[in-house]
């Protein structure tokens, strides 16, 4: 009940993102400089074949026009037509959205599965040589750019070893998935699947894993010398039980709102690593359009990851209060 | 409360069985794709097999290497190019760039074509004359068929030509102008096996035009389906036929079967794209492309010293200058344009930061063109002159700032910065760098009044049509869309060559036009860009200098 309510009211709040992110995509046209007309056209187009191509990509209309048109089929379900590719911006960016998404999911497994238990040993082995190496692992982890991650992974790992391919997209999630019941033989796509998205989900993982493996131990440590904690080592609970099913289950609380909101950006932040692996995700396609000055294209793409932002929050906040009852949601 | 604890307790276990799983997983996958990839690499992204049949690859495992003369038999032969951007949809006429010309020309094709030397061959048309001064006829092809088995006609070829040059057709394209060139077109005739042509203008240079431009759709197909359709799917009458499309990703072609030339060596053919040339590069090195674009200095060692793959540069057909415009100090005076060309070490920018890869130029038209003039020697750097005659214009102690676009030519901003240091290295002149993203400064270099051009700018010019007036033309003639000249002398000369029918009299004045060039010197004429290409060891394949990559040509090594 007040699940459904908590759920409207962030959807309402989202449809606000939205529209405020169309909103400011559309006064960035006003102050940037260049036109899509410059990647539409060859250099020595005539002013008239200038005009002629703008008047036909609705351009020679007053901003406001623009702007109101785009709104109005925005409602109806229609993101227009990418000015330089002539396709429809629709089908551009729900095809990209798999492709981000898998990699995002990859980037938040790889960090989940190394940080949880390296946190959780380097707090419960507080300042041994386990807890050290750990602590530098991460600091080193935060403070390498991913991009240079993602060169060094390819260099070493796909050309110089050959283990892994260098870039762009294989087998799909879903392929895989297919596999197990159709015609292709599943180890070999499993493998084709994991030759490509391994190294960019490692390049992309490190960082929160980084920040996760910090939180995790911080949080432990903190929930370690609590007074309940005392007390069930008091009343004879085994050390397991007290360590894994009390402390780590509240220190999971922050840790999982940051995992939320991380994969929120995950979703949308991943372009440079995109771009280094080639990855036909969403932040290449964003790149692209803002180098052509592809409006609806990158619009398209920025409703795209404003709701998958939304939406993210809306599930932490449930996955919330499942973890922690206290929480009310008013 | 307790039920709900022991709940969640099992969800917890269950994540966590599940996230040791995936570990687990992820690590026996890691070690079972070490064993497993070098096979894969080797088929070169064909996904048709699973890498089990394919073992002759460098990296092989010892045993199979001696049976290398397997694979020459019923395996297919699939083809990799990487550019270094995609298309922009895959409408042949609704484009301008050389990325989505180089895809789309796998599946296209005009009424004529051009050989590795740039030179004009036959493609849809089997032959073709002027009848009249302004009207070239051209004979079609018997037996061409489209993609979708449908027979060219005419009439196609008709619909082709005016959607290209006018806007009652296919609306207002981006190619306007390139098959009437600086005329317009009157007329298109379609008749019985043959399309007769009528201009504007005398259009002297009707034949350079087609043999680049003007690639033939078929109208009913082009009519029936819509914009988006069109721009994600192919149907043209050459050498390979689509069968994938990836928007910004990857495009997927076969042979065509039915094709009425030569069919294509290879089977399939995949092209992508990555922009980053270290990433190119690595793909190459790593056998997953066969063919890559624009492989940098930096990196040719790298390639050239590996065993898999190779270098291949051929002087392309793009020139690199720096323009000054004429009406504005200190370059309105020609002995200060002329000083700048003698303060460049253009010798020394191309040994050093191109390794060697570029051709000192002295005039706008590059040696394989039509109206390059032989007798023209480059200024060559002399910066005692430079500070004579700048001292002798006027203008010593003037500061002055080189504007250059971030990555749109091959180590533009390298280029810029030695050219704007050996400028600033005169005792009188000041000169400094100003970086700009491309797109903006083509806002400026575009602007509709001279007045409004940068003063200063580092810009390439392409010109696939092999001609000295398809540069002359738009960049340094008083009417041109990005000129920064206006000479009464050069307009002259180009309004003559323009109304010139005898080639040989026409390629005269042309010359005449580039010693004057030369000598007004409205460019610190730099040099010819070379394209450099990494080719696998796996394909044989030759480059060519309209930067086109004709993968039909490719064959197995």
């Keep these: 009940m007040s699940l459904g309510r908590l759920a409207v009211k962030r959807s309402l709040q989202g449809i606000g993102v939205v529209w405020g992110v169309i909103t400011v995509v559309f006064a960035l046209r006003f102050i940037t400089p260049g036109s899509v007309i410059n990647a539409v056209a060859p250099l020595d187009a005539s002013q008239e074949t200038r005009q002629a191509i703008a008047a036909e990509l609705g351009l020679d209309q007053p901003l406001y026009?623009?702007?109101?048109?785009?709104?109005?089929?925005?409602?109806?379900?229609?993101?227009?037509?990418?000015?330089?590719?002539?396709?429809?911006?629709?089908?551009?960016?729900?095809?990209?959205?798999?492709?981000?998404?898998?990699?995002?999911?990859?980037?938040?497994?790889?960090?989940?599965?190394?940080?949880?238990?390296?946190?959780?040993?380097?707090?419960?082995?507080?300042?041994?040589?386990?807890?050290?190496?750990?602590?530098?692992?991460?600091?080193?982890?935060?403070?390498?750019?991913?991009f240079w991650l993602g060169i060094m992974l390819i260099l070493v790992f796909a050309v110089q070893f050959d283990v892994f391919q260098t870039s762009g997209r294989g087998a799909t999630s879903v392929a895989v998935v297919a596999s197990l019941v159709g015609p292709e033989p599943f180890v070999g796509t499993l493998l084709e699947w994991l030759s490509y998205i391994t190294l960019p989900a490692i390049a992309l993982g490190t960082y929160f894993m980084a920040l996760i493996t910090r939180l995790t131990r911080s949080g432990m440590l903190d929930e370690l010398g609590k007074s309940y904690v005392r007390a069930a080592r008091a009343k004879g609970a085994p050390e397991a039980l007290v360590r894994y099913k009390h402390a780590l289950r509240n220190t999971l609380i922050p840790v999982i709102t940051v995992l939320g909101l991380q994969l929120g950006t995950l979703i949308g932040g991943a372009v440079i690593t995109e771009a280094v692996f080639a990855w036909p995700g969403l932040g290449t396609l964003v790149i692209q359009s803002i180098n052509l000055r592809d409006w609806p294209a990158l619009q398209g793409c920025l409703i795209v990851i404003g709701t998958a932002f939304v939406i993210v929050n809306i599930v932490v906040d449930i996955i919330y209060g499942y973890l922690d009852p206290r929480v009310v949601y008013d | 409360m307790p039920r709900d604890e022991s709940e969640s307790q099992v969800d917890r276990r269950t994540l966590l069985k599940a996230v040791g799983g995936a570990a687990a997983t992820v690590s026996v996958a890691g070690c079972g794709g070490a064993q497993n990839t070098p096979t894969e690499g080797g088929d070169d992204g064909g996904d048709e097999d699973d890498g089990e049949t394919e073992t002759d690859t460098p990296m092989g495992d010892g045993e199979t290497e001696d049976t290398p003369t397997d694979d020459g038999g019923e395996e297919s032969f699939s083809v990799g190019v990487t550019l270094g951007q995609m298309d922009s949809g895959l409408d042949p006429h609704d484009h301008a760039e050389t990325p989505t010309n180089i895809i789309v020309s796998q599946a296209y094709e005009g009424l004529m074509g051009r050989d590795k030397e740039g030179a004009i061959i036959a493609k849809l048309a089997t032959e073709w004359e002027r009848v009249e001064p302004g009207t070239a006829r051209f004979t079609l092809r018997d037996g061409v068929t489209f993609q979708n088995g449908d027979e060219l006609t005419s009439e196609d070829v008709r619909y082709s030509i005016r959607r290209v040059e006018t806007e009652e057709v296919g609306g207002a394209l981006p190619q306007d102008g390139d098959l009437a060139g600086t005329g317009t077109l009157e007329n298109v005739e379609a008749g019985d096996g043959e399309v007769t042509v009528t201009f504007g203008g005398l259009n002297p240079i009707v034949f350079q035009l087609f043999a680049t431009n003007g690639q033939v759709m078929q109208q009913s197909w082009v009519e029936e389906n819509g914009t988006d359709f069109i721009n994600r799917n192919v149907n043209g009458t050459g050498p390979f036929q689509l069968t994938g499309y990836e928007s910004g990703t990857s495009v997927s072609y076969e042979n065509y079967g039915d094709y009425w030339g030569e069919p294509a060596a290879a089977d399939e053919l995949t092209m992508t794209a990555s922009s980053e040339s270290s990433t190119r590069v690595n793909q190459l090195l790593a056998e997953e492309t066969d063919i890559v674009t624009n492989v940098?200095?930096?990196?040719?060692?790298?390639?050239?010293?590996?065993?898999?793959?190779s270098v291949n540069p051929v002087p392309s057909t793009r020139i690199i200058f720096l323009q000054m415009r004429y009406d504005l100090e200190p370059f309105s005076s020609q002995q200060f344009r002329q000083a700048m060309n003698y303060a460049v070490d253009v010798e020394s920018i191309v040994e050093n930061v191109l390794q060697?890869?570029?051709?000192?130029?002295?005039?706008?038209?590059?040696?394989?063109?039509?109206?390059?003039?032989?007798?023209i020697d480059p200024y060559g750097y002399d910066p005692d002159e430079a500070e004579r005659l700048v001292e002798e214009s006027g203008h010593a102690g003037v500061d002055i700032t080189l504007q250059t676009p971030i990555?749109?030519?091959?180590?533009?901003?390298?280029?810029?910065?030695?050219?704007?240091?050996?400028?600033?290295?005169?005792?009188?002149?000041?000169?400094?760098?100003?970086?700009?993203?491309?797109?903006?400064?083509?806002?400026?270099?575009?602007?509709?009044?001279?007045?409004?051009?940068?003063?200063?700018?580092?810009?390439?010019?392409?010109?696939?049509?092999?001609?000295?007036?398809?540069?002359?033309?738009?960049?340094?003639?008083?009417?041109?869309?990005?000129?920064?000249l206006q000479n009464e002398e050069v307009d002259s000369l180009i309004e003559e060559a323009q109304n010139e029918s005898n080639p040989d009299e026409r390629e005269q004045v042309l010359q005449e036009c580039n010693q004057l060039l030369h000598d007004l010197a409205p460019w610190v004429f730099l040099h010819q860009q070379f394209s450099v290409y990494g080719v696998s060891n796996n394909v044989q394949w030759q480059p060519r200098p309209d930067e086109l990559i004709d993968a039909w040509t490719a064959t197995q090594n």
């Design chain 2, 356 to 375: 060697g890869f570029g051709e000192i130029t002295g005039q706008p038209t590059l040696s394989q063109f039509t109206g390059h003039n032989p007798d």
């Design chain 2, 407 to 484: 990555g749109r030519y091959l180590r533009d901003v390298e280029i810029a910065q030695a050219a704007a240091n050996q400028i600033d290295s005169l005792s009188n002149v000041n000169c400094e760098l100003q970086q700009r993203e491309f797109n903006s400064l083509v806002q400026d270099v575009t602007a509709p009044n001279i007045e409004d051009r940068p003063p200063f700018t580092l810009l390439g010019w392409g010109n696939a049509e092999f001609d000295a007036s398809q540069t002359i033309v738009p960049l340094l003639t008083s009417d041109g869309a990005l000129s920064i």
């Design chain 1, 65 to 146: 026009v623009q702007y109101g048109q785009y709104l109005v089929e925005l409602v109806q379900g229609d993101m227009g037509f990418s000015y330089v590719k002539g396709q429809a911006v629709v089908t551009m960016v729900f095809e990209r959205v798999p492709a981000t998404l898998e990699l995002a999911v990859a980037a938040t497994v790889v960090a989940i599965v190394l940080s949880i238990p390296l946190g959780v040993l380097s707090a419960t082995r507080r300042n041994s040589p386990v807890d050290y190496g750990a602590t530098l692992f991460s600091l080193g982890g935060i403070s390498t750019p991913n």
């Design chain 2, 296 to 309: 940098p200095p930096q990196e040719i060692s790298r390639v050239q010293s590996s065993d898999v793959a």
